[in-house]
C-alpha cells in the first residue's frame, strides 16, 4: 500500500513564519544630517547606506516620535527632572531636602520595579538566585539595547545593590539610595510628566481655594492634614521594646505559671508554691481565683510590689525562658541553679529584691550596652514588618508614662494576637518627637501656628499632593497635553506611520522649515522642530546594526539560485497579492481598516505600492529564504540534530508532584530560614546534642510515623506538621516519662515537640504540583519549586521509574542514615535556604514514547509514505519504531514534512503524537524562531565578514547577538543540568549541507 501526501509550498497572506527580512524603500531624499550617501555597513560586495538604513527603520519611527513630542512638550520639566536627578546622584542640589526625597523615592520605586519588579530592596532579596541573576541580565540587556551602557549584571544583584548604597540624607527613612542610582536617568521622561501633573494640581487646588469662602471648604482642609500627619508620622520615632513571642494562649499561660503570676484586670499576682510538688502546683495555680477575697492572704500582689522595674525583670526572666537559644538579656537577679521548667523561685528573687530596693526600668536599662539597646530599638518600618497594628500597640497603647488611673500600662498584661502568635511587650523607651509634630495639638486646640510648624503644614499638603499623582491621574494630564499639541510631519512615510497610529493626527502638506527637519511640535505657544538626525540616531541605536545585515543579507539573497528559481512563480504573486488587496477591501485584515486606503495599506505593509517592487522586494525574497533556510532534503546532520536535542529532552523530562518537608530555624523570628546557621552548633541547655542531631532525630519521628500510619503518608504528614505548627514550647514539665510521674501526658503534643520547639526549630512543608524539567521550560515555571528542587525531584523519579508500575507515594528516606545527615541533608538546598529537607513524591505522569511496533500497525497505514515539497519527492519505507527512548530519523522526517507544508502533524498514530508534541516540537520552534533563523540566513547568504563604517558598532554587534541569543534562550542558565539546549548556536551554524 502506498500513502501519498502531495506536498507544494503555498503561498500565504500574511508575513511568513520564515520571514526574516523588511523592505527598504527604493525612493529617497538625501538628508545630510545623516550623512545620506555615506556607507554604514559592508559585507563582500555588498554595502547598505545610512540612508538606505534610515529608509527602513523610519518605519518603525513611531515610539521614537512620540517620545520626542512628549520631550517637546515637557520641556521645562524635563530639565527640572534632569537637574534634580544630577542633584541627587552627585549629593550637590539647591532642590529642598522634601523635593530630594520626593523623587528619591519615585526614582528608586521605578527602578527596583523595572529590575526586579518589586518595589523594595527587601522584597528583590526574597527572589531565589535564579530569579535575581534572570531580572537583572534582563535588565542589563535592555539598558545596553536602548542606551549602549555596558553594565554587569553582578552589580545588580540586590546584596551589591544594597552593599553599595550610600548616605544621602541624616533621616533614617531616606538612609540609603541604592547602586540603582546610576541609571536613574532613564526614568527622567516619567519624573518630568510627575512634575508637570504636580503643577497642573497645584494651580488647581489655587483656582479652588480662590473660590471657596471658608477655609474649612479648602481642598485640604485641616482635618485632611491632621489625618495625614498621624496616618504618615504619629509613629516616626523610635521605639525601645522587649517583645515576647508565642505559639498561642495556651503558651502564655503555661509560661506565667511556671513563674506563679496570675493575671486580672492588669494587674500581676504571684501564686507562691509553698511546699507543693509541682503537679500539686500546677492544679492549685489552675483552680486559684485572685479576685476571692477569701484567698486574699495566698496571693501577693506583684504588680504593686515590685513596680514597673520588677515586672520588667520579670519580662527579662520571660525572655531568657522562652528564648533559650538566643543569648539572654542581662538581668538583675540570678536564675542559675534554678529548674529550667518551673521558674517560681525566680519570681520569689524578684520580689525581695525589688521590695527592697527602689530600682526603676531606666536604672536596669542604663547597664546595658549600647547594642544590645539597639537590638531592641525599632522604627515605624521595623514594626510595620512585624505587623501595622502591632506598631500602633506598642507606639499609642503602650505609654512609657502610663497614667494607670486611666488604665494605661507600658506592658501588656495579655496576649496581643497577630496573625497565627501572640506577643506580650514591654515598652522600655521612645525618642522625642520633633517639635513639628505637636502641629496636631496646634490645629486641634486652634492656637496660633509657629512659623517653623505652619513650614511643616506647607510641607505636608506638598506631600499629600504629591499622593494624588496616581498613574492614571499622569496619565490624564499627559493625555490632555498631548491633545492640545499640533505636530507637522514632513516626510511622507514617517506621516503615514504616525496617522495610522494616531487618529486625531490630520495630514499637513506644509513644507518642511529646513530641509533636515522631520516633525514641528507646537505646544502652550512654544514651537520645537525635531530633525532627522536625532531620530535617526534613536533608531539607528536601537536598532541599526541588526537591521543593516538584514538588509545586506536581503541584497545577497538576489543574488542567489534561490532567488533566480523564484521568477517563474510571478503569477502566483501576483494572484496572491490581488487576493491579499481584496481582503483588505473586504476589511479582513487584522489590523488594518479598509479605512486606510490602498496607498497607505500597501505602504504600510510593504513599504511599497509599486506591484512588480512588492513582488521582487516582498514575496521573491520570501520565498528564496525559504528555499534557503529549508533544504531538508538530504540534510542528514539536520536530522540527526534534531534527534539528539529530543533524545537529551525525554532523558531529562519528568512530570511529578510532591511536597518538601524542611526543618529550619528562624533565630530572629522574620517568619525565614536562618541562611548561614551553623547546625553544629550544641543546643541550650543540652550539650551532649547539636542542633543536626536535634533536626536528624526530628525528620526520623516524621519518618516513622508516615512509615506506621494507617493513612496516606501525605495526610499524616500534614496533621503532624499541623500539630508541630500549633503546639507549645513547654510541657507539663516532663518530657520523659520514666515510669512514675503521675504529671506525664503521652496525649499532650507538647510531650512529643517541646523540646524542638524550645531549640528554635520550624518545621514546614511546600507543595510542588506537576513540576517538570521538561527541559525546554525556564527555571520557574508554573510552580514554586526551585531548580535544585527539580533536580531532586527527577531524580526521585527515574528511581520511582524502575517500578512495574509508579507508587501511588515515594518517600525520599532510603538513604537515610541515622547517624548523620547524609542523604537528605542540603544546604543552599530546595527552598534555597539553609535546613534538613525531604521530598514525599506524591503522584508522576508516565513519559511520552516514540515507540510504534509494526504489529500495531494493522492496515499498513505507516509504510511507503511518499512526501513531495517544494519538487521534492522522498519516499519513506516506515516511521516503525522499537526504540522508546527516542525518534527515529523516519519519524523526524515525516513530521518536518508534514509541518512544513500545514503548519502542524497529525497523521502519526496517537501515541507518537505525544512524544513529537513533548519532545520534537520545541526543538523544531527553536530552529525556526527568529533568532536562529535570522543567524542561519547570515551565515548561508553573507559568505564574508560583516565591516562596519564606524569600528564601535563591530562590539555593538557581537553584544547585540549575545542579547538575542539569550532572550531566545529565556534566560536559562547553560550550567544548569536540565539545559536542554546546550551548545545550540553552535551546532545549528556547523550543520552540514549534505548527508
Not at 833 to 857: H, N, P, Q
Request: proline letters at 1%; hydrophobic letters at 30%; glycine letters at 4%.
Amino acid at each position: 500500500m502506498i500513502n501519498k501526501f502531495r506536498l507544494k509550498t503555498v503561498a500565504t497572506l500574511g508575513i511568513g513564519a520564515l520571514s526574516v527580512l523588511a523592505l527598504a524603500s527604493c525612493k529617497h531624499t538625501s538628508y545630510s544630517s545623516i550623512a545620506y550617501d555615506d556607507v554604514y555597513a559592508s559585507s563582500g560586495s555588498y554595502s547598505i547606506t545610512n540612508g538606505e538604513l534610515w529608509e527602513e527603520l523610519k518605519w518603525n519611527s513611531y515610539e521614537v516620535l512620540g517620545e520626542k513630542i512628549e520631550y517637546a512638550v515637557l520641556a521645562d520639566e524635563v530639565t527640572e527632572a534632569q537637574s534634580a536627578i544630577a542633584a541627587i546622584c552627585d549629593d550637590s542640589s539647591d532642590l529642598s531636602v522634601q523635593k530630594q526625597k520626593r523623587y528619591l523615592d519615585y526614582l528608586e520605586q521605578l527602578a527596583m520595579s523595572e529590575v526586579y519588579g518589586v518595589s523594595e530592596i527587601d522584597a528583590a532579596k526574597d527572589l531565589t538566585k535564579k530569579e535575581q541573576e534572570d531580572l537583572a541580565q534582563q535588565f542589563v540587556d535592555n539598558m545596553y539595547i536602548d542606551y549602549q551602557v555596558v553594565i554587569d549584571p553582578q552589580d545588580l544583584t540586590p546584596s551589591t545593590v544594597e552593599q553599595n548604597g550610600k548616605t544621602m540624607f541624616a533621616d533614617t527613612k531616606y538612609e540609603e539610595t541604592y547602586y540603582l542610582y546610576d541609571y536613574y536617568y532613564k526614568y527622567e521622561i516619567k519624573l518630568a510628566e510627575k512634575i508637570f501633573s504636580y503643577n497642573y494640581l497645584e494651580e488647581y487646588i489655587e483656582d479652588y481655594n480662590d473660590d471657596q469662602d471658608d477655609e474649612d471648604d479648602y481642598y485640604f482642609t485641616d482635618a485632611d492634614v491632621i489625618s495625614y500627619q498621624k496616618e504618615n508620622y504619629q509613629y516616626e520615632a523610635d521605639r525601645t521594646a522587649l517583645y515576647i513571642r508565642f505559639t498561642d494562649e495556651d503558651e502564655i499561660e503555661k509560661t506565667l505559671r511556671s513563674f506563679g503570676i496570675k493575671v486580672s484586670d492588669g494587674t500581676m499576682y504571684f501564686i507562691p508554691q509553698a511546699d507543693k510538688t509541682n503537679t500539686e502546683y500546677n492544679s492549685y495555680y489552675d483552680d486559684f481565683d485572685v479576685t476571692d477575697q477569701a484567698t486574699a492572704d495566698r496571693r501577693i500582689n506583684f504588680t504593686q510590689v515590685v513596680g514597673d522595674g520588677g515586672v520588667f525583670e520579670l519580662y527579662c526572666q520571660m525572655y531568657n525562658y522562652i528564648y533559650s537559644y538566643r543569648d539572654a538579656v542581662p538581668t538583675v537577679v540570678s536564675a542559675a541553679g534554678n529548674d529550667t521548667l518551673h521558674r517560681r523561685d525566680i519570681t520569689e528573687k524578684i520580689l525581695a529584691y525589688f521590695n527592697n530596693n527602689n530600682v526603676s526600668v531606666e536604672d536596669i536599662t542604663a547597664a546595658w550596652d549600647s547594642e544590645l539597646i539597639e537590638s531592641f530599638t525599632y522604627s515605624q518600618e521595623d514594626l510595620d514588618d512585624i505587623d501595622t497594628t502591632f506598631k500602633q500597640y506598642i507606639s499609642s497603647t503602650l505609654q512609657v508614662e502610663p497614667d494607670l488611673a486611666d488604665g494605661e500600662y507600658r506592658y501588656s498584661t495579655s496576649g496581643y494576637s497577630i496573625g497565627d502568635y501572640y506577643y506580650m511587650a514591654f515598652k522600655m523607651a521612645e525618642d522625642e518627637l520633633a517639635d513639628e509634630y505637636v502641629l496636631v495639638d496646634d490645629i486641634e486646640n486652634d492656637t496660633e501656628i509657629p512659623e517653623e510648624r505652619s513650614e511643616y503644614r506647607a510641607e505636608l499638603i506638598e506631600e499629600m499632593m504629591w499622593e494624588k499623582l496616581t498613574d492614571s491621574y499622569v496619565s490624564e494630564r499627559i493625555s490632555e497635553a498631548l491633545e492640545d499639541t499640533k505636530v507637522y510631519i514632513y516626510d511622507e512615510d514617517v506621516e503615514i506611520v504616525y496617522a495610522y497610529n494616531v487618529d486625531s493626527y490630520s495630514k499637513t502638506h506644509k513644507n518642511a522649515p529646513t530641509k533636515d527637519t522631520l516633525m514641528t511640535v507646537v505646544y502652550d505657544g512654544n514651537k520645537t522642530n525635531i530633525t532627522i538626525g536625532e531620530v535617526y540616531e534613536k533608531l539607528e541605536a536601537e536598532n541599526g546594526v541588526t537591521t543593516a545585515i538584514d538588509l545586506l543579507s536581503e541584497k545577497a539573497i538576489k543574488d542567489t539560485d534561490e532567488y533566480a528559481d523564484t521568477k517563474e512563480d510571478i503569477d502566483d504573486y501576483e494572484s496572491t497579492l490581488d487576493l491579499l488587496l481584496a481582503y483588505f477591501a473586504d476589511g479582513q485584515i487584522s489590523d488594518y481598516d479598509a479605512s486606510l486606503g490602498k496607498y497607505n495599506f500597501l505602504k504600510l505593509y510593504f513599504h511599497e505600492t509599486d506591484v512588480d517592487d512588492i513582488i521582487d522586494n516582498y514575496y521573491r525574497i520570501q520565498a528564496a529564504t525559504a528555499k534557503i533556510l529549508t533544504d531538508y532534503a538530504n540534510n542528514t546532520a539536520f536530522y540527526e540534530m534534531v534527534q539528539s536535542y529530543a533524545k537529551a529532552a525525554y532523558t531529562d523530562s519528568f512530570k511529578a508532584s510532591a511536597t518538601n518537608i524542611q526543618i529550619y530555624v528562624d533565630m530572629d523570628e522574620d517568619g525565614e530560614a536562618d541562611l548561614d546557621f551553623d547546625w553544629s552548633t550544641a543546643i541550650p541547655g543540652d550539650s551532649s546534642s547539636t542542633y543536626a542531631d536535634y533536626a536528624i532525630e526530628l525528620m526520623q519521628t516524621f519518618i516513622t510515623r508516615m512509615e506506621n500510619a494507617d493513612e496516606t503518608f501525605a495526610t499524616t504528614l500534614s496533621s503532624m506538621v499541623e500539630e508541630y505548627t500549633s503546639s507549645g514550647r513547654f510541657t507539663n514539665g516532663i518530657d520523659e516519662y520514666d515510669g512514675t510521674n503521675t504529671e506525664y501526658d503521652p496525649t499532650e503534643p507538647e510531650t512529643r515537640w517541646a523540646k524542638y520547639k524550645r531549640a528554635g526549630i520550624y518545621v514546614t512543608t511546600t507543595d510542588y504540583t506537576d513540576v517538570a524539567i521538561s527541559t525546554y521550560e525556564s527555571s520557574s515555571d508554573n510552580t514554586v519549586a526551585t531548580n535544585s528542587a527539580k533536580a531532586k525531584l527527577h531524580e526521585l523519579y527515574n528511581t520511582i521509574s524502575l517500578y512495574d508500575t509508579y507508587p501511588s507515594e515515594y518517600l525520599d528516606s532510603a538513604d537515610y542514615d541515622g547517624d548523620s545527615a547524609q542523604g537528605w541533608l542540603m544546604t543552599n538546598s530546595l527552598g534555597e535556604t539553609m535546613g534538613y529537607s525531604m521530598l514525599l513524591v506524591t503522584s508522576c505522569t508516565v513519559r511520552s514514547s516514540a515507540e510504534f511496533d509494526s504489529k500495531d500497525d494493522v492496515n499498513g497505514r505507516y509504510t511507503n509514505i511518499v512526501i513531495e515539497y517544494d519538487d521534492i519527492v522522498k519516499t519513506i519505507e516506515n516511521i516503525y519504531n522499537d526504540s522508546e527512548d527516542e525518534a527515529s530519523i523516519n519519524q523526524i522526517i515525516l513530521f518536518i514534512y508534514e509541518y512544513l507544508n500545514y503548519g502542524t502533524s497529525t497523521f502519526f498514530p496517537s501515541s507518537v503524537q505525544s512524544y513529537i508534541t513533548d519532545f520534537i516540537m520545541p526543538v523544531y520552534e527553536k530552529y525556526t524562531g527568529t533568532a536562529t533563523q535570522r543567524e542561519l540566513l547570515f551565515a548561508k547568504t553573507l559568505s564574508s565578514s560583516i565591516s562596519f563604517t564606524d569600528s564601535d558598532n563591530d562590539s555593538r554587534l557581537t553584544e547585540m547577538m549575545a542579547i538575542n541569543r539569550r532572550q531566545d534562550d529565556n534566560y536559562l542558565d547553560e550550567s544548569d543540568e536540565a539545559y536542554l539546549f546546550d551548545n545550540w548556536w553552535t551546532t545549528v551554524l556547523t550543520l552540514g549541507d549534505g548527508e
